[in-house]
């Protein structure tokens, strides 16, 4: 059951999402809109991607592989395995939103909600705020990520003709740009640098040898083990 507090703080995480974050995610959908409309798809099924994927990088293989007239199976496969670097961040995530008692449907729509601005500024934030806060407050930073987000995917399918391919395409960057500032903005500890510099340093790497649909991934598990390692270390020392 909803209470009032819950219905606060879920306005105050739309707040915080409001004042910065979500449009950067927001313009980073911006392309995505104008890519759906050059595959000749209407306007609402570009709103609907945002809303059902809600990933950029996904959206952007299946409107490019509608464009290049690849085959639905292949569209469905590598849009799958394109995700896989959720599931870390929603695994490392749900634990915190976690209530006493709380059901699976509830722990399938928070999933949903999880991104990378979202995980990024969830993951900085969600720790120091009371356990029985997190939820609502995380429900309203990414539903005000998403509402944004699903905006200004319209508005680039409506604006195509006007903007420039290279300052539509360019808006893609935005997400993992903020992204790499806020981890480093947020690193404290030794395992935190491990991780990021692990990651910065393999990424040509994991790139070359596994290919872009496992990179991340790869490069989570290596640099994530890299930071529990020099994590121990501090604590023995």
């Known amino acids: 059951m909803t209470s009032r507090s ?12 409001l004042a910065f974050p979500a449009w950067i995610v927001g313009f980073s959908l911006f392309g995505v809109g104008s890519l ?4 000749g798809l209407p306007a609402g099924a570009a709103v609907l991607s945002t809303c059902l994927m809600w990933a950029a990088p996904a959206q952007v293989i299946l409107f490019g592989g509608l464009l290049s007239g690849a085959a639905l199976p292949a569209l469905a496969v590598a849009i799958g395995v394109s995700s896989l ?3 870390p961040m929603t ?5 915190l939103v976690r209530r006493p008692g709380q059901r699976w449907p509830v ?3 928070v999933a949903h909600f999880v991104a990378v601005t979202a995980w990024v500024e969830g993951m900085r934030r969600l720790p120091n705020l009371p356990v029985e806060e997190r939820l609502p407050f995380f429900l309203g930073f990414a539903s005000a990520c998403m509402g944004v987000s699903a905006t200004l995917t319209l508005a680039g399918y409506q604006l195509v003709r006007v903007l420039p391919v290279v300052l539509a395409a360019g808006m893609l960057m935005l997400t993992p740009l903020f992204f790499t500032v806020a981890l480093v903005a947020s690193a404290r500890a030794r395992q935190d640098w491990a991780a990021i510099g692990v990651g910065f340093a393999l990424a040509p790497v ?3 040898v596994v290919g872009r649909d496992f990179d ?3 490069l989570g598990l290596v640099g994530g083990t890299a930071a529990y390692v020099a994590g121990r270390g501090r604590r023995r020392i």
Not at 91 to 95: D, E, K
């Open 107 to 109: 722990q399938v729509v």
């Open 85 to 87: 670097r959720f599931l």
């Open 206 to 208: 994991a790139t070359a």
């Open 91 to 95: 695994m490392s995530i749900l634990p």
């Open 36 to 39: 759906a409309r050059d595959a």
């Open 216 to 218: 991340l991934l790869v």
């Open 6 to 17: 819950d219905i606060f703080v879920f306005w105050r995480g739309v707040r915080d999402a």
